[in-house]
């Protein structure tokens, strides 16, 4: 399975930018696909998920900006980010969990600054 992620760049405080992971392979319908992001000299965390079934899941820091969706039929995930802050920048992950692997996405940049 390969992900590839895109839709990073530099916005400014309040802005909006949309993420998207695709995704090879048969199988994207039943993973777990969750976005993370890691800011320098820090781990990194997760920022939200979503299950085969459409559940979502957020951290703290995101609920109400950010949604993740997917659309099966692409094999894609996405990320809308909103209102975005200077603290939300970071190298942005795509993640799958299919039965017992883990798989990682080449990650996009997320700037936001004025």
């Known amino acids: 399975v390969q992900l590839q992620a895109s839709g990073g760049g530099l916005v400014q405080p309040g802005g909006s930018l949309r993420l998207s992971c695709a995704a090879s392979?048969?199988?994207?319908?039943?993973?777990?696909m969750a976005w993370y992001r890691q800011a320098p000299g820090e781990q990194r965390d997760v920022v939200a998920a979503?299950?085969?079934?459409?559940?979502?899941h957020y951290a703290d820091s995101v609920k109400g900006r950010f949604t993740i969706s997917r659309d099966n039929a692409k094999n894609t995930v996405y990320l809308e980010m909103n209102s975005l802050k200077p603290e939300d920048t970071a190298v942005y992950y795509c993640?799958?969990?299919?039965?017992?692997?883990?798989?990682w996405g080449q990650g996009t940049q997320v700037t936001v600054s004025s």
């Open positions: 392979g048969s199988l994207f319908s039943l993973a777990l």
């Open positions: 979503i299950t085969s079934s459409g559940t979502t």
């Open positions: 993640n799958a969990l299919m039965g017992s692997k883990v798989y």
